[in-house]
């Protein structure tokens, strides 16, 4: 298996852009989680899916951020509009059975937004 | 909320030096687990604990989980380069279903 993977690898936009993150998880994986890393708050979960539907996202910021998983193998992570705060690197990762299981990352996403 | 507590923050050591960090939960775990970031790469899991008392080894690096499943630590033994980068602990709480992970260890070895 290829592991699970992100797209852009590295992003850099303008304050007030929109930016979407992609996430493709391991194949037969039924949770998919989404983080956020920066050395001031370490790794955040920002929100979590079990078979496709949302069941946690306390750790969203604002209204700003949105996450969506149309189908098993694909998630995206959108921030709009972007602000320099949100410059971080965004992680996926994927589980078969959330707390018990171990999660396998995705190398993220490095987000710049200037 | 439940908090993971991870010390110390840095450690720098000399290769050939022992090395710990220990992680403290607020509330009772389920189980905990233990990830290694390289620098500039991404978490990797190392092994998950679940039982109170709990000792698993993998060659250099002993993990224990604590007898009232509140606290674990990560020794490795013989530090060497390779052994650098951010470890982190990760907890879920008893009857809980979410991974909390801690602020994790940053480890530097001098050669």
């Known amino acids: 298996d290829a592991g699970v993977i992100q797209s852009p690898r590295h992003e850099v936009t303008e304050m007030g852009q929109e930016v979407t993150l992609r996430c493709k998880p391991i194949?037969?994986?039924?949770?998919l989680f989404w983080y956020r890393q920066t050395m001031m708050r370490g790794l955040e979960l920002l929100i979590y899916?079990?078979?496709?539907?949302?069941?946690?996202d306390s750790g969203m910021p604002e209204d700003r951020f949105s996450a969506k998983m149309p189908n098993a193998s694909f998630s995206t992570l959108k921030i709009q509009p972007s602000e320099p705060r949100d410059s971080a690197v965004y992680f996926c990762?994927?589980?078969f059975g959330t707390g018990v299981h171990e999660q396998y990352f995705g190398p993220g996403t490095r987000l710049t937004v200037t | 909320g439940q908090q993971v507590m991870q010390i110390p923050q840095y450690q720098h050591v000399q290769e050939g030096e022992d090395f710990t960090t220990y992680c403290n939960s607020s509330?009772?775990?389920?189980?905990i687990q233990w990830y290694k970031q390289r620098p500039g790469g991404h978490p990797v899991f190392l092994i998950q604990l679940v039982k109170s008392g709990e000792v698993k080894k993998q060659k250099r690096l002993t993990f224990q989980f604590g007898e009232a499943k509140k606290n674990s630590s990560l020794h490795i033994t013989a530090t060497q380069t390779t052994d650098v980068g951010t470890y982190f602990c990760a907890g879920v709480r008893e009857y809980g279903n979410k991974l909390v992970f801690g602020a994790g260890t940053i480890l530097r070895v001098k050669s």
């Open positions: 899916f079990n078979n496709n539907v949302p069941i946690d």
């Open positions: 990762a994927s589980s």
């Open positions: 509330t009772t775990l389920s189980n």
């Open positions: 194949s037969g994986h039924d949770y």
